[in-house]
T-cell receptor, first 114, second 114 residues
Framework: GDSVTQMEGPVTLSEEAFLTINCTYT??????LFWYVQYPGEGLQLLLK?????DKGSNKGFEATYRKETTSFHLEKGSVQVSDSAVYFC?????????????FGSGTQLTVLP | GAVVSQHPSRVICKSGTSVKIECRSL??????MFWYRQFPKQSLMLMAT?????????EQGVEKDKFLINHASLTLSTLTVTSAHPEDSSFYIC??????????FGQGTRLTVV
C-alpha cells in the first residue's frame, strides 16, 4: 500500500535558521503531494501542494519540490519564525477512478525559539 | 479556498451516551470523505473513508458499530460515537476531497468523556 515517511521530530531551531523536513513516499501511479500544518488545538491547514513531477509548491516562504526520481517532497524554509512553530504533515493523495486514497506521514513537531 | 465546517469544536459527555459530530463542506461537493482520530502529540489515525455512492470503509481495528459514519450527501458527513467511554476521548478530524484536488480539513472536535 501507499506510505509516507517523514523526518522524526521534534525539531527545535532558533529564529531565522534554515529548515528542512524530509519526506519520502511510496505509491503506485502518480500521486499528488502535500504539506499540511497543524497549530495547537486546531485542525489541519494546507500549506502547499504539487500535483506532478518537478512541480514546486510554495507558500509563506515554505517550498517543496516533487521529485519522482527520489520519491521525495522535502519541506524547506530559508528563515523560520517563532510563529512557524507547529506540527507539519507530509501527505499524498492517489486517485483511483472516483476513489481517493489519502496517506499521511507521522508528523514533525517544529519549535522555533526566539 | 474551500471551507469545511466541523462542529462541535468541543464536547464533554457522560460515559454511556452518544455524541454526533458533523462535518459539512460549505462551497463544494465532496466525492470522498475521511474521518481521523488524533491522540496527544501523535499523528492522525485514519478511521474510515467513504467515497461517493459507497458505504464507509473502516480501517482495521475501528469498530464500525461504535463509530457510525453517515455520508448523508456530497456536502455532509457525520460521525456518531455510540455509548462513549473515557478511552474514546480524543481529537476527531474530518476531511473532504473533491475531484482532483487536495483534501480540506475541518477544525476538529475535542471529545472528552467523563
Amino acid at each position: 500500500g501507499d506510505s509516507v515517511t517523514q523526518m522524526e521530530g521534534p525539531v527545535t531551531l532558533s529564529e531565522e535558521a534554515f529548515l528542512t523536513i524530509n519526506c519520502t513516499y511510496t505509491a503506485t501511479g502518480y500521486p499528488s503531494l502535500f504539506w499540511y500544518v497543524q497549530y495547537p488545538g486546531e485542525g489541519l491547514q494546507l500549506l502547499l501542494k504539487a500535483t506532478k513531477a518537478d512541480d514546486k509548491g510554495s507558500n509563506k516562504g515554505f517550498e517543496a519540490t516533487y521529485r519522482k526520481e527520489t520519491t521525495s517532497f522535502h519541506l524547506e524554509k530559508g528563515s523560520v519564525q517563532v510563529s512557524d512553530s507547529a506540527v507539519y504533515f507530509c501527505a499524498l493523495i492517489r486517485h483511483s477512478g472516483s476513489a481517493r486514497q489519502l496517506t499521511f506521514g507521522s508528523g514533525t513537531q517544529l519549535t522555533v525559539l526566539p | 479556498g474551500a471551507v469545511v465546517s466541523q462542529h462541535p469544536s468541543r464536547v464533554i459527555c457522560k460515559s454511556g451516551t452518544s455524541v454526533k459530530i458533523e462535518c459539512r463542506s460549505l462551497d463544494f461537493q465532496a466525492t470522498t470523505m475521511f474521518w481521523y482520530r488524533q491522540f496527544p502529540k501523535q499523528s492522525l489515525m485514519l478511521m474510515a473513508t467513504s467515497n461517493e455512492g459507497s458505504k464507509a470503509t473502516y480501517e482495521q481495528g475501528v469498530e464500525k458499530d461504535k463509530f457510525l459514519i453517515n455520508h448523508a450527501s456530497l456536502t455532509l458527513s457525520t460521525l456518531t460515537v455510540t455509548s462513549a467511554h473515557p478511552e474514546d476521548s480524543s481529537f476527531y478530524i474530518c476531511s473532504m476531497c473533491r475531484v482532483n484536488t487536495e483534501a480540506f480539513f475541518g477544525q476538529g472536535t475535542r471529545l472528552t468523556v467523563v
